[in-house]
C-alpha cells in the first residue's frame, strides 16, 4: 500500500526527482519542496505520513532545527534522513531531534521504500552498517577525518568539474558542449568520464552525489571558464 509522503531538499531538481520516483512506484506524493529549513511549516499543513528529510551537511548546527519542531507538533508524521555517509554526531544528531530513520543518499529506491514502511510502523529505520560504522568511528576517531566533497573533488580535472556543475544545472550535453565550446562528443567523453569516477550509472545519481557530499557546492567554486584547462 502507498505511503503519503513529503520529500524536502535543499536542491529541488532532487527533492523532485525522488517524488517523481515515489509516485511511479504507487506512493502519494503531497509535495516535493525546498529549502528544508522552511520544511517544518509545509509539514505541519500537510501531515503526510512520511516526510523524507535530505540533507548534505547532517554534523551542521541547527539542520535538524526542522524536525525537531515537526515532531513537536505532528507527532504522527515520521521523520527519515537522507544525507551522506553521517559521522557519529550526524547521526546522533538527527536521531536527537526526533527522526525516525537515516538513509543514505545513494541507497536504491527499494531501501528508500523499506525505510518508509518501518518508520510509518513506529520502528527505527536505520541500516545495521550504518550504526556499526558510527559506533567504529566513535571509538577509533580519525586523526584527520576526511571530506569525501573534497576526496571525490580531487579525482575530477577542472573541465570536469565544470561538466559536473552543468550536468548538475539539468544541462544536455547539446548545452555542455555549447556553453563549454567544444564539440558535442568531446561534451559527452567529459560526461562518461565524471560518471566513471564518481562510481555512478547517471547523471541524475551524479547529481545526486555532488550535492549530498557538498561535492557541488565545492565544485561551483572552482568551475572554469570555457577557456580552462582541461
Known amino acids: 500500500m502507498g505511503v503519503r509522503l513529503m520529500v524536502v531538499d535543499d536542491h529541488r531538481l532532487l527533492a523532485e526527482a525522488l517524488a517523481s520516483a515515489l509516485k511511479l512506484r504507487g506512493h502519494r506524493v503531497l509535495a516535493a519542496a525546498a529549502p528544508t529549513s522552511g520544511a517544518a ?15 548534505a551537511a547532517p554534523a551542521e548546527p541547527g539542520v535538524f532545527d526542522p524536525i525537531a519542531r515537526i515532531v513537536r507538533e505532528r507527532p504522527q508524521v515520521a521523520v527519515v534522513v537522507l544525507g551522506p555517509v553521517p559521522s557519529p554526531r550526524g547521526i546522533a544528531a538527527a536521531f536527537a531531534a526526533g527522526a525516525a530513520g537515516y538513509v543514505r543518499h545513494d541507497e536504491r529506491i527499494e531501501g528508500v521504500e523499506r525505510a518508509m514502511a518501518k518508520a510509518r510502523a513506529g520502528e527505527a529505520a536505520v541500516a545495521p552498517q550504518l550504526l556499526r560504522s558510527a559506533f567504529t568511528e566513535l571509538l577509533h576517531p580519525a586523526v584527520q577525518p ?30 555542455i558542449a555549447a556553453g563549454m565550446r567544444i564539440a558535442s562528443s568531446t561534451a559527452r567523453t567529459h560526461v562518461q568520464r565524471v560518471l566513471m569516477k564518481l562510481g555512478v550509472g547517471s547523471r541524475l545519481e551524479a547529481a545526486a552525489l555532488a550535492a549530498r557530499t557538498g561535492l557541488l557546492d565545492r565544485a561551483a567554486g572552482t568551475r572554469q571558464g570555457p577557456d580552462g584547462l582541461a
Request: glycine residues 6%; charged residues 35%.
Open 146 to 175: 576526511d571530506d569525501e566533497g573534497q576526496r571525490l573533488l580531487r579525482m575530477l580535472t577542472p573541465r570536469e568539474v565544470e561538466v559536473l556543475v552543468r550536468v548538475a544545472e539539468g544541462e544536455d550535453t547539446r548545452l
Open 41 to 55: 511549516e509545509l509539514v505541519i499543513s500537510r501531515a503526510p505520513e512520511v516526510c523524507l528529510f535530505g540533507t
